[in-house]
């Protein structure tokens, strides 16, 4: 588990199992739907985001509100009858790795590793 410690291999991790998982969503299974928003759950364990220090009444918030995010999701792709749009999925992919690349940049600059 040390190579988990490495930002570098937990970005490709992440961003890997991103792309694998939207792209299961728009193949058209129900199953491949829903496992492919399960890797999506799984790969926002795995960001490279820094993790804020909040209590349990924050902690529950944002349970919550993710929660309510992926009901959301299910509800607009009729419980994964519908698969996602392709569009939608590259926009999706590109916009977290965006996000992920710029966390991972400021993190190598922070502790001076560029």
Request: proline share 4%; glycine share 10%; with cysteine.
């Given at each position: 588990?040390?190579?988990?410690?490495?930002?570098?291999?937990?970005?490709?991790?992440?961003?890997?199992?991103?792309?694998?998982?939207?792209?299961?969503?728009?193949?058209?299974?129900?199953?491949?739907?829903?496992?492919?928003?399960?890797?999506?759950?799984?790969?926002?364990?795995?960001?490279?985001?820094?993790?804020?220090?909040?209590?349990?009444?924050?902690?529950?918030?944002?349970?919550?509100?993710?929660?309510?995010?992926?009901?959301?999701?299910?509800?607009?792709?009729?419980?994964?009858?519908?698969?996602?749009?392709?569009a939608v999925?590259?926009?999706?992919?590109?916009?977290?790795?965006?996000?992920?690349?710029?966390?991972?940049?400021v993190s190598?600059?922070?502790?001076?590793?560029?």
């Amino acid at each position: 588990m040390k190579a988990m410690k490495n930002s570098s291999v937990k970005l490709a991790i992440n961003l890997g199992l991103f792309a694998v998982a939207a792209a299961l969503m728009c193949i058209g299974n129900r199953w491949l739907y829903f496992l492919g928003l399960a890797l999506m759950l799984v790969s926002g364990f795995l960001s490279v985001r820094p993790r804020s220090r909040m209590g349990w009444p924050g902690r529950l918030a944002a349970g919550l509100l993710a929660l309510a995010a992926v009901a959301v999701f299910l509800w607009l792709s009729s419980c994964g009858r519908e698969p996602l749009p392709v569009a939608v999925a590259c926009v999706g992919v590109l916009a977290v790795g965006v996000t992920e690349l710029r966390y991972w940049r400021v993190s190598r600059s922070a502790t001076g590793n560029a």
